[in-house]
């Protein structure tokens, strides 16, 4: 269940970069490659995590190094997928973009409300998932300054 719940939101995120660089390739958007590429390197900066989210469990329960690897790596797979579909279909749906894109973002406000803060705050940890929280932010936030 945990791997398709983490393959199925990565769909929304291929979605994104797709919608973004389909926004790029049109011109007719203020969107630079930089910041396509930005919004790239963020989504994959954040995909390790979600990959050892997938690979530690199914390691602890026995399962073999390299197929709880694959698994984590397959989880992150749909995403070029979509993105590639998005920019494919681009000519067709050039109107529904902005959608897509409002999509792909409450998908993951979803996620993150839905999920991740209930089991951020689940035990006494919670300073360190506070911490996390703020340098993953704070390194998006750079991230987004130098690379527009």
Do not use: W
């Not at 929304?12 to 590429?37: D, K, N, Q, R, Y």
């Not at 749906?93 to 894109?101: G, R, V």
């Amino acid at each position: 269940m945990l791997v398709f719940a983490v393959t199925l939101h990565n769909i929304p995120e291929g979605m994104a970069v797709g919608v973004v660089f389909a926004g790029m390739l049109s011109g007719h958007t203020p969107i630079s490659l930089t910041a396509a590429f930005a919004l790239s390197i963020g989504i994959a900066i954040q995909n390790f995590p979600e990959g050892a989210i997938i690979s530690m469990p199914l390691r602890s329960e026995g399962n073999k190094k390299v197929k709880s690897f694959l698994y984590g790596v397959m989880s992150g797979a749909v995403e070029p997928v979509a993105a590639a579909v998005t920019i494919f279909l681009t000519a067709s749906i050039t109107s529904a973009l902005p959608y897509f894109l409002a999509f792909a973002a409450g998908a993951m406000m979803y996620v993150i409300v839905e999920e991740l803060l209930p089991e951020a705050t689940r035990d006494e940890k919670t300073d360190v998932c506070t911490i996390g929280f703020a340098v993953g932010f704070a390194l998006m936030m750079v991230l987004d300054v130098a690379l527009s």
